[in-house]
């Protein structure tokens, strides 16, 4: 169980500019995660602009939600639940969250009924991570069910000072356009089969 704050600088990216940043950098080995969504009744956690996943890994899950902060940059709290990938795919059939975690306790004290929470899309991201002193830099390909693909680079971070002048080099360098992609939820509810 962990709650963190997420800083983080993204941008959209066209495949030909994905394939020149994989060049470019040493990244290692990607992995992939497939992410499920969760909504509730009358799009809440949407209206809030929250976010509900859970992750699955070649061999453990988590569920994350996401709640925006206040502030300039994109800066959320992720509250996160580990657990077994067994047990998360039962609570996926189940179309749940783990009860009596953090994220459940969470949604009770800001008054929301999990209860009704169901599976509404769900998204498979390669993932190449590239660790830098107080920076994480990451190169998605993501694919939905209707087979449509996309990409994306995110640079999170710990210190605005070194990560803006680091994050605008790669932006000019690469000539990408600096646009803040909508985020993975987003972009799933437009491409479910």
Do not use: C
Not at 52 to 73: C, I, M, S, W
Not at 107 to 119: A, H, N, Q, V, Y
């Amino acid at each position: 169980m962990t709650q963190t704050i997420e800083r983080e600088f993204k941008v959209s990216l066209t495949e030909q500019q994905f394939k020149q940043l994989q060049a470019a950098y040493p990244w290692p080995t990607p992995f992939t995660q497939t992410n499920y969504y969760y909504e509730l009744p009358q799009n809440e956690l949407q209206r809030r602009h929250m976010g509900l996943r859970t992750r699955l890994y070649q061999d453990h899950a988590e569920q994350t939600l996401k709640v925006p902060q206040a502030g300039a940059t994109r800066t959320l709290l992720e509250i996160t639940d580990t657990m077994p990938l067994a047990t998360a795919q039962q609570l996926i059939a189940q179309q749940t969250i783990q009860p009596n975690q953090q994220i459940a306790k969470y949604l009770e004290t800001i008054g929301i009924d999990w209860s009704p929470l169901f599976i509404w899309g769900q998204a498979t991201t390669k993932r190449r991570v590239l660790t830098l002193p107080s920076r994480r830099l990451t190169l998605d390909q993501t694919t939905y069910p209707d087979q449509t693909a996309d990409y994306e680079l995110e640079l999170e971070f710990d210190d605005m000072i070194l990560a803006q002048p680091f994050f605008q080099d790669i932006v000019a360098r690469f000539k990408l356009t600096q646009t803040a992609p909508l985020n993975k939820i987003q972009r799933a509810k437009n491409h479910q089969s």
